[in-house]
T-cell receptor
């Protein structure tokens, strides 16, 4: 299967600072990547769809000024949590789908964000 | 709006048992359905992908079926092992659009 690498796997930051999470498709090109958030013992909730070379599409209720998404190339999307607060602490997971192909989704290993 | 439900939410079985995890969805207009495995604190590993035109997919001890008209999919795990302990998630992709809608997951514990 295709490999999606997410970095960092965990991060602790102070309230008010910004944190950037990277999502890379290592062996395929991904026109579209997806960012999810997962609370403990809950399922994944889609935050936004990241499209290469254009603006991300955010789901209802997700603050686009707080969760900045950049998809500058076919292999890299970044999620920046700006002015982080403790309630932003969560598990963030990215997903990438091959350009073309059978549309199977591949996921990164996730990033555990803790805001103190 | 598509809703995906997984039953049971948690399951504990002794090693060696065959088991079935259920997934149901409200809108049958799906493009495909995917089963994932998630270990604690980890990302998702794709197990099986079933296209809307397919009835089932098999990989090793895993078999997933799809009945699109009734909005159901099952994941069958044969001869369960302690290493199968994880959360299993099903997700459907809409015909229009690229997003996946996830079920709540089934937390499986296989006891030695």
């Amino acid at each position: 299967g295709a490999v999606v690498s997410q970095h960092p796997s965990w991060v602790i930051c102070k309230s008010g600072t910004s944190v950037k999470i990277e999502c890379r498709s290592l062996d395929f090109q991904a026109t579209t990547m997806f960012w999810y958030r997962q609370f403990p013992k809950q399922s994944l909730m889609l935050m936004a769809t990241s499209n290469e070379g254009s603006k991300a599409t955010y789901e209802q209720g997700v603050e686009k000024d707080k969760f900045l998404i950049n998809h500058a190339s076919l292999t890299l999307s970044t999620l920046t949590v700006t002015s982080a607060h403790p309630e932003d602490s969560s598990f963030y997971i990215c997903s990438a789908r091959r350009t073309g192909g059978i549309s199977e989704a591949f996921f990164g290993q996730g990033t555990r964000l803790t805001v103190v | 709006k598509q809703e995906v439900t997984q039953i049971p939410a948690a399951l504990s079985v002794p090693e060696g048992e065959n088991l079935v995890l259920n997934c149901s969805f409200t809108d049958s207009a799906i493009y495909n359905l995917q089963w994932f495995r998630q270990d604690p604190g980890k990302g998702l590993t794709s197990l099986l992908l079933i296209q809307s035109s397919q009835r089932e997919q098999t990989s090793g001890r895993l078999n997933a079926s799809l009945d699109k008209s009734s909005g159901r999919s099952t994941l069958y795990i044969a001869a369960s092992q302690p290493g199968d302990s994880a959360t299993y998630l099903c997700a459907v992709r809409r015909v229009a659009g690229n997003m996946l809608t996830f079920g709540g997951g089934t937390r499986l514990m296989v006891k030695p």
